[in-house]
């Protein structure tokens, strides 16, 4: 059954905002309506389980950081570090968010529908059947996966205010070992990280990319078949596990 | 106040810090409540160990005097400053800036306001001077010469106050809602490598320019040399005080605009520059050869201001978060949107900016 608390959160310092939260989460409630929210840190984060919130208003820094379950809404633009090392979930953002969008996550998913700042998904991973993924709906900036070692990334360029700049930032995927990083349409290769190329995508891509588009259009209102009309490219890693030798030798 | 001695034996100051800033473009007065609640908002991304802020347009009836703002040790070292502005200025006005007891604020200096015109008769050594430069040579010989003073702005129809403490604190210490400007710029420290002590907070400023920084200039070392070559002296021990001279270098006296002056701070990269059409490269090529020494490495989002307006600009690869919103006649940047949007609910649009291209907002004339 749940149950649902509405708090406003005006002028609620971050601290207090989320012992309440914690609170209510221990006493049963299910369902979060979170008013006016205006620079709160750390919401969402490290909570377990399948908690909903909607949130009106910008978050602070860390928003479902650790997170492992919960379904976030933000109807609003996000700052830095959304989804910082998550588990599990889902986190919508109906506007544009800042830098390290997803850092280290390790499981669930995050749509963005516009513009993202710097070094999103950089550190992302997958183990089994944790496949962590990240679907931007505007441009992105600089480093997009860096250091990637699994999960998806997906990068549309379709809802951006920044039309004269490239879909994606420089050093993309620079380093990643692991995953992959999806584009719609294409990416110049100056763009690209050392040794690493755009590709054709294939057929089991793009059955990837449907599936992922298909629930990103549904949470945000879009048309999935508009989304669907472009070709993609995808980046893949030219080495995997380059330093696994190292410490132990297999 | 105290400033630590062997102040030679730091290397860098990395900082969480925060910074806001707003102008309006046609000159409409804004009050001192809007960046002191913006900075309150960003409470958490200092430590208590400076705060400050940069107003533009507060001394209007005074508009054409230079308005010197010193914070002393003591009455002693007070007392040896104003023997030096005698010596090269006539005191219009002097008073102590406005203060009020503020239980966060311990320790407080003794903060001295002057509004000061140039001597008709210069002293001998500095008779051929400009007048900005007779300025800056002032305000480098007590920063550098007097002990325990400290000049913390000198530009006109503008003024820096600063310290130790929360922003909002300090705000209240030097009595901020009494003030409006068409420009204010404010600050939140997070001091780690150099001392929190009152000369170290932002902003920092030389003439009208002032700046916050949220960051770490690695380049420290090498660009304060390259100022010393130029008469520039840095005595206040934190960093962002060689982006103050750098600016009035690059701008005031060797004539760079603001854009070039941008790309000298944080240049393309040389594949970028590669890419470019022949004048471009050229250009460029030639800022990264002149001006080598005055790169600034590291990371950094700053907001400089002058008497003509604001700017905003990222390191190259954008170490430190950057927004800016626009409302009608009004531009914000900051650290944080959940600032702007607490003083400025509704915006008409908000963006990040790409690392190391700045965003440029004029005054109107």
């Excluded at chain 1, 209510?24 to 908690?51: C, P």
């Excluded at chain 1, 700042?117 to 441009?139: C, F, N, S």
Aim: net charge neutral; glycine share 10%.
């Amino acid at each position: 059954m749940s149950k649902k608390v509405t708090i406003d959160a005006k002028g609620v310092y971050y601290r207090q905002l989320n012992e309440q939260i914690r609170e209510a989460i221990a006493a049963g409630a299910t369902e979060f309506v979170l008013k006016n929210v205006n620079s709160q840190r750390y919401i969402a984060g490290a909570v377990d389980g399948h908690v909903k919130f909607d949130l009106d208003g910008v978050p602070g820094q860390d928003l479902g950081s650790f997170m492992r379950g919960p379904y976030v809404r933000v109807r609003a633009n996000a700052q830095d570090g959304v989804g910082n090392t998550m588990d599990d979930g889902l986190i919508v953002i109906e506007g544009l968010a800042g830098d390290v969008v997803g850092y280290a996550m390790r499981g669930g998913r995050i749509f963005i529908k516009g513009d993202v700042g710097y070094r999103v998904g950089i550190h992302m991973k997958a183990y089994m059947e944790k496949l962590p993924t990240i679907v931007i709906g505007g441009k992105a900036g600089d480093f997009l996966g860096e250091y990637m070692a699994g999960g998806i990334l997906l990068l549309l360029g379709m809802f951006s205010d920044k039309p004269s700049e490239p879909i994606a930032g420089r050093s993309l995927g620079t380093g990643m070992h692991g995953g992959v990083i999806y584009v719609r349409g294409t990416v110049p290769q100056e763009q690209i990280g050392p040794g690493l190329t755009a590709q054709p995508v294939d057929e089991a891509d793009l059955a990837v990319i449907q599936g992922i588009v298909k629930d990103y259009a549904k949470e945000l209102k879009l048309d999935a078949k508009a989304i669907m009309a472009e070709s993609f490219v995808k980046i893949r890693p030219f080495s995997h596990r380059p330093y696994g030798n190292l410490y132990v030798p297999a | 106040m105290k400033a630590p001695e062997r102040y030679y034996d730091f290397q860098k100051d990395i900082s969480g810090c925060g910074v806001f800033g707003v102008i309006d473009t046609k000159k409409k007065l804004i009050k001192g409540e809007m960046p002191i609640s913006a900075m309150a908002c960003m409470h958490d991304r200092g430590n208590g160990l400076g705060g400050g802020f940069a107003a533009y347009g507060i001394y209007p009836d005074l508009a054409d005097k230079y308005a010197f703002h010193l914070m002393c040790d003591n009455q002693g070292a007070l007392e040896s400053a104003e023997q030096v502005l005698k010596y090269y200025f006539t005191v219009h006005e002097s008073h102590p800036i406005p203060t009020r007891k503020v239980l966060a604020i311990k320790n407080a200096p003794l903060v001295w306001r002057y509004f000061l015109t140039p001597k008709k008769e210069r002293p001998q050594e500095v008779r051929e001077m400009g007048e900005q430069d007779y300025v800056v040579n002032a305000v480098m010989h007590i920063n550098h010469k007097v002990a325990g003073a400290f000049v913390f702005s000198s530009g006109k129809n503008m003024g820096a106050f600063k310290g130790v403490g929360f922003p909002e604190d300090i705000a209240d210490f030097f009595r901020l809602e009494e003030y409006s400007a068409y420009i204010w710029t404010g600050h939140n420290r997070f001091p780690t490598n150099t001392p929190g002590w009152w000369g170290g907070a932002h902003p920092f400023t030389l003439l009208d320019w002032s700046i916050v920084h949220n960051g770490e200039i690695s380049s420290y070392g090498i660009n304060r040399r390259y100022l010393c070559e130029h008469d520039y002296l840095c005595t206040l021990m934190t960093d962002t005080e060689v982006v103050a001279y750098e600016l009035d270098l690059l701008i005031r006296k060797h004539g760079l605009s603001k854009e070039m002056a941008c790309k000298v701070f944080a240049p393309p990269f040389w594949d970028e520059i590669a890419r470019m059409p022949k004048q471009e490269k050229d250009v460029y090529t030639a800022l990264r050869m002149v001006y080598g020494s005055a790169l600034l490495n590291g990371p950094f989002a700053i907001l400089v201001a002058d008497n003509t307006g604001l700017f905003g600009l990222n390191d190259r690869i954008k170490l430190r978060p950057l927004v800016v919103a626009e409302k009608d006649n009004m531009v914000f940047m900051s650290s944080e949107e959940s600032s702007i949007r607490v003083v400025q609910p509704e915006l008409d649009r908000v963006w990040m900016p790409k690392a190391g291209e700045p965003v440029i907002v004029h005054l109107e004339a």
